[in-house]
């Protein structure tokens, strides 16, 4: 009986094996977030009298989520430092939005779509271990107007585009001036405006 023993070449080996592996798809890169936030004081009882401040490069954090069936929108500014001041606003919208379709108007109203909360908080590191704030929020009775316009959902990358500008009128007190148990000064009423713009904010 006659035995034929069969050798298959290394590269046909080689060729077989690699042909089985399962090549990984390259990862997305996606574009990094920006955001710009300005912040207007008016004081309604003085003449030509405001406090602007724009941040942008200053811009520490912008992220979103939802939080008790709102989607929210968040901007961070400043420094954490002492010596130093940093913003925050939060913009709130029904989160039935995510599934429909996030890229539209929203205006204060009870008329879908609606801009449900606006969040405005400042804060001074006085130092290390000491740090005064204020909160200015609709939640707890402070009347808003304007609107978050979200121009663009890439709903496949997760990722929104827009602007917003929001103003609260005749706020009793400066809510960047430290006034704890101060009495109310009639100087210190004023319009505050926080407008921005906001782009390629990844959805969590």
Same mark, same amino acid.
């Given at each position: ?40 004081? +008016? $004081? ?5 009298? =405001? ?6 490069? #200053?811009? *520490?954090?912008?992220?979103? /989520? ?51 909360? +606006? $969040? ?5 590191? =006085? ?6 704030? #204020?909160? *200015?929020?609709?939640?707890? /009775? ?63």
């Amino acid at each position: 009986m006659t035995y034929k023993h069969f050798v298959l070449p290394l590269c046909a080996i080689m060729l077989l094996v690699s042909s089985c592996r399962k090549e990984k798809p390259a990862a997305v890169q996606l574009p990094s977030p920006e955001a710009n936030l300005i912040r207007n004081l +008016v $004081f309604t009882n003085l003449t030509n009298v =405001e406090k602007n401040i724009s941040y942008g490069a #200053s811009v *520490t954090k912008i992220s979103s /989520g939802v939080v008790e069936g709102n989607f929210f929108l968040h901007v961070e500014a400043g420094e954490t430092t002492p010596g130093k001041s940093a913003e925050s606003v939060r913009l709130y919208i029904n989160a039935s939005h995510l599934a429909t379709g996030l890229a539209k108007g929203y205006t204060f109203g009870q008329a879908e779509p609606a801009l449900k909360r +606006v $969040f405005y908080s400042f804060s001074f590191n =006085e130092s290390a271990t000491a740090t005064w704030g #204020s909160i *200015t929020d609709s939640k707890f /009775g402070v009347v808003f107007e304007g609107l978050l316009n979200i121009t663009s959902h890439d709903v496949k990358n997760k990722l929104i585009s827009g602007v917003f500008e929001v103003k609260a009128r005749r706020l009793l007190n400066d809510p960047t001036v430290k006034s704890i148990a101060a009495p109310i000064d009639p100087a210190n009423q004023c319009d505050l405006m926080l407008t921005g713009t906001f782009k390629n904010v990844k959805l969590l």
